[in-house]
C-alpha cells in the first residue's frame, strides 16, 4: 500500500508540472491556437484531477489504520473514472505527437518558448513530451502491480473469496484493455 500510494503521489507531481506549468502557461498559450493548444493537452487537468482523488482516497484507507493494506476496493471504485478520462487522453496521443513535431518545425515562437519552459529546475530536465506521456505509462506499469496487491488482499476481509478476486481481476484487465485498445500505434 505504502508503494502505490508513494507511486501515485510521485505521479501526481509530474502531473501537476504538466499542468501547472505547460499547460497554464500564458505564454505558451499565446504561441498556440486554441485548437492546438485543446490538441496537447487534452484533458490532463481532468486526469490530474483524478489522480488528486485517487491519492486523497488512498491516503484516507492509509489513515484508518496503518496496519491496513487493503485497497483492492480503493482501486476498483476509481476504475470506471480512469477509464473514461484515460481512453480520450490515450486515443489523443498519436494527434499531440504529431502536432507537437509540427510545432517544433514551424513554430519558433513555440520552439522558443518550449525551450524556455523545459529548462525551468521545476522540470529536473525532462522534455514537455516525457509528461504528456504520463498517463500512457501509468496505464501500463501499473496493472500488473495493483493486480498483485488485489491479490494478496485474498481472505483480508476486503476480498474473501476466490470468486470475489476473479471479478477484481476481471474488473481490472477489462479496464485496462479498454483503454489500451485504443491506442494507436505510435
Known amino acids: 500500500m505504502f508503494e502505490l500510494i508513494g507511486s501515485e503521489a510521485s505521479y501526481l507531481r509530474s502531473l501537476g508540472v504538466a499542468v501547472n506549468h505547460f499547460h497554464a502557461s500564458k505564454a505558451l498559450k499565446r504561441t498556440l491556437s486554441q485548437m492546438e493548444h485543446h490538441i496537447l493537452f487534452s484533458n490532463l487537468p481532468r486526469v ?3 489522480s488528486e482523488k485517487f491519492l486523497m482516497d488512498l491516503e484516507m484507507r492509509l489513515g484508518e489504520s496503518v496496519l491496513m493494506s487493503q485497497v483492492g476496493d480503493v482501486v476498483l471504485q ?7 478520462l484515460y481512453v480520450p487522453y490515450v ?10 513535431n509540427q510545432l517544433l518545425q514551424q513554430n519558433r515562437d513555440f520552439l522558443s518558448l518550449l525551450k524556455k519552459l523545459e529548462s525551468d529546475p521545476v ?4 522534455s514537455l513530451k516525457s509528461f504528456l506521456v504520463l498517463p500512457f505509462q501509468r496505464i501500463t506499469l501499473n496493472t500488473v502491480p495493483v493486480l498483485f496487491l488485489i491479490s494478496s488482499q485474498l481472505g483480508t476481509g476486503v476480498i474473501k473469496t476466490k470468486t470475489i478476486f476473479h471479478t477484481y481481476w476481471q474488473q481490472m484487465v477489462k479496464s485496462t484493455q479498454g483503454v489500451l485498445s485504443t491506442v494507436p500505434q505510435l
Open 78 to 84: 476509481h476504475c470506471p473514472e480512469f477509464h473514461t
Open 123 to 126: 522540470c529536473q530536465r525532462q
Open 91 to 100: 486515443t489523443n496521443m498519436m494527434y499531440q505527437e504529431a502536432l507537437i
Open 48 to 50: 490530474m484531477a483524478a
